[in-house]
């Protein structure tokens, strides 16, 4: 089955820097990556997914690549803000099939004013 | 939308009693998925649901856990017995397309004492 790898564990920057986020992925069959956010007290929330006909896609701030022939995916923040700060996990599975989601152990992302 | 509505959010409950979680997907997703999410293990899947049957139940723990989803806008988790081991926080997502475009809920915090 799927495994993902997720780095680092924790993450802190300071507000206006960049941060990244680094994914692996073990099934070759897995061609759907998106990216959750959680804070604190609530669900994961989606804030961006590739699939496997792309190698980057952008929305505004936030920037995911893949590398297919490496099995690697990255999450990319530009210009971090304190509300960036949660935990954020990436995730692979077989979009529209009947698969569902394996997910890395998660990034604790802390912005410093 | 109100989004997947999950119930109730927070348990605490003795060893050896029965607990309930309860689950309302949001209207028209065929998926139904059950998460635990703890430090140690990050979120696992437990259990997911296609049109209300039920696909892979390879990560339910133990046969003290159990699932059902009696109809397309219900799902329910059960375990019985507890066991502090349990403790953990229990999410429900749906999407319109297995892997695709998960909705998490706000989460069940279990305790169990």
């Known amino acids: 089955g799927e495994n993902v790898e997720q780095h680092p564990s924790t993450l802190s920057v300071q507000e206006g820097d960049s941060a990244v986020i680094k994914c692996t992925y073990s099934?070759?069959?897995?061609?759907?990556f998106p990216w959750y956010k959680q804070e604190l007290g609530k669900g994961p929330q989606l804030i961006i997914d590739i699939r496997s006909n792309v190698g980057e896609k952008k929305d505004q701030r936030i920037a995911v690549t893949l590398n297919k022939t490496a099995k690697h995916f990255s999450l990319h923040i530009t210009e971090t803000q304190p509300e960036d700060s949660a935990v954020y996990f990436c995730a692979a599975g077989e979009g529209g099939s009947q698969g569902n989601l394996i997910f890395g152990k998660g990034t604790k992302l802390s912005v410093k004013p | 939308d109100a989004g997947v509505i999950q119930s109730p959010r927070h348990e605490v409950t003795e060893m050896g009693q029965e607990v309930t979680l309860r689950c309302k997907p949001i209207s028209g997703h065929d998926y139904l998925f059950w998460y635990r999410q703890t430090m140690m293990r990050g979120l696992e899947l437990l259990i997911y649901f296609n049109n209300n049957v039920p696909i892979d139940d390879s990560g339910m723990p133990e046969d003290r856990f159990s699932a059902k989803m009696p109809n397309a806008s219900f799902s329910t988790l059960k375990i019985q017995p507890s066991e502090p081991r349990d403790s953990a926080v229990y999410f429900c997502a749906s999407s319109r397309g297995g892997a695709d475009g998960y909705t998490f809920g706000s989460g069940t915090r279990l305790t169990v004492v």
């Open positions: 099934d070759s069959a897995s061609n759907y």
